[in-house]
C-alpha cells in the first residue's frame, strides 16, 4: 500500500514505522490514523517481521491529534474520532508482536498516548512528553487517561493531565514513563538494539508473556495467574521450548524457529 503519512523499512526482521507529516509535526489526523492501522496490521501479518518500532519524522514523534481537525468538530464527531483513534491504539497494544517506541521529540496528547500503547518507549534526550489536553478545553480522548496511572501511578498522572503538563525526558525518565533515554543521535541504534535482542529470543514466548503481561495488567490477579499458567503450559507444546532447553544443556546457542 502507498502511504501519504508514513515511511516504512524493513531491516532484516525488524520493521521500521516512521510518522512523516513534518509540516504538522507529525500530529494525528483521520488519514494518517487509518495508515497507522493498515501499517501495523501488515507488519502483523509478515512473517518476516519480529519486532516493529514506531518512531517520527523531525523535531516531533507525534504532537498531539490533528488541533485543525478537532477545531470544527461536535460531539458526535468528536466521539467517533476519538474512539477511532482509541481502537487503532488497542490494536497497536494488543498485537502479537513487540512495539517499541523511539521517542525522537514531541510527544503530546495523542503523541503520549501512542507511545504508551507500544511496549516499551525509548527516547531521545531532546524528547519531551505530556498531556496538554486540559489547556485545549478537551480530556485525552485515546486512552491517556487509563494508560498513565498504569505507566507511573494514579498521583503523578493526575498532576501531568490536571496541569497539562509537558516533561523533559529526563523527568520522564525518572517515573518510568520512557524505559531509556539516549542521545538524539543513538535513538535509532538503541532501539534496533533491543529490537534485535527481542528478536533473537523465541518468537511465541516473546509473544505468550507479552499477552499474559497485558491481560494482566487488565484484569484481577488471579485472572492473570490462570492466564500465565495456560500460556507457560502452551510454550511446552512448540519445538522453540525443546530447542532452548535442549541447546542450554548441550552449551550452545537456540536456533528458534517460531515453531
Ligand atoms: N495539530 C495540528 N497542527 C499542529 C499540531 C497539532 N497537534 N501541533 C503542531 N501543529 C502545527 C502548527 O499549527 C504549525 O503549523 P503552521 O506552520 O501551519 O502554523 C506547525 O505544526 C509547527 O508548529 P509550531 O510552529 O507550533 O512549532 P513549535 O516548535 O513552535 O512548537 C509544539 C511545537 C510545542 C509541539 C507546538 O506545536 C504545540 O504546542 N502543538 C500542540 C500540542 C498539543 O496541544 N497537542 C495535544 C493535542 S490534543 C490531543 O492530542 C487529544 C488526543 C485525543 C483526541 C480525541 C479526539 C476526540
Do not use: W
Not at 478537532?70 to 513487540?98: L, N, P, Q
Amino acid at each position: 500500500m502507498e502511504y501519504q503519512n508514513l515511511l516504512i523499512e524493513q531491516k532484516e526482521d525488524i520493521r521500521i514505522i516512521t510518522i512523516h507529516r513534518p509540516q504538522d509535526l507529525n500530529a494525528l489526523n483521520t488519514e494518517l490514523l487509518s495508515e497507522l492501522d493498515c501499517a501495523f496490521a501488515d507488519a502483523s501479518a509478515d512473517a518476516e517481521t519480529s519486532v516493529i518500532i514506531l518512531t517520527g519524522e523531525g523535531k516531533s514523534f507525534v504532537a498531539g491529534a490533528d488541533i485543525a481537525q478537532m477545531s470544527t468538530m461536535d460531539a458526535a464527531e468528536a466521539k467517533a474520532f476519538g474512539e477511532f483513534g482509541a481502537d487503532v491504539f488497542r490494536r497497536i497494544e494488543t498485537m502479537e508482536k513487540v512495539v517499541i517506541a523511539a521517542v525522537n521529540g514531541y510527544a503530546l496528547g495523542g503523541g503520549c498516548e501512542l507511545a504508551m500503547a507500544c511496549d516499551i518507549r525509548i527516547a531521545s534526550s531532546k524528547a519531551k512528553i505530556g498531556q496538554p489536553e486540559t489547556g485545549l478545553g478537551i480530556t485525552p480522548g485515546f486512552n491517556g487517561t487509563q494508560r498513565l496511572p498504569r505507566l507511573v501511578g494514579l498521583g503523578r498522572a493526575k498532576e501531568i493531565i490536571l496541569a497539562a503538563e509537558t516533561i523533559d525526558a529526563a523527568e520522564a525518565y525518572r517515573i518510568g514513563l520512557f524505559n531509556k533515554v539516549v542521545e538524539p543521535d543513538q535513538l535509532m541504534d538503541a532501539a534496533m538494539a533491543l529490537a534485535k535482542k527481542i528478536a533473537s529470543k523465541a518468537q511465541l514466548a516473546v509473544r505468550y508473556s507479552k499477552e499474559a503481561m497485558n491481560g494482566g495488567a487488565d484484569g484481577s490477579f488471579e485472572g492473570g495467574m490462570a492466564l500465565e499458567a495456560n500460556l507457560f503450559a502452551l510454550c511446552f507444546a512448540t519445538e522453540d521450548q525443546k530447542e532452548g532447553m535442549k541447546a542450554f544443556m548441550e552449551k550452545r546457542p537456540a536456533e528458534f524457529k517460531s515453531r
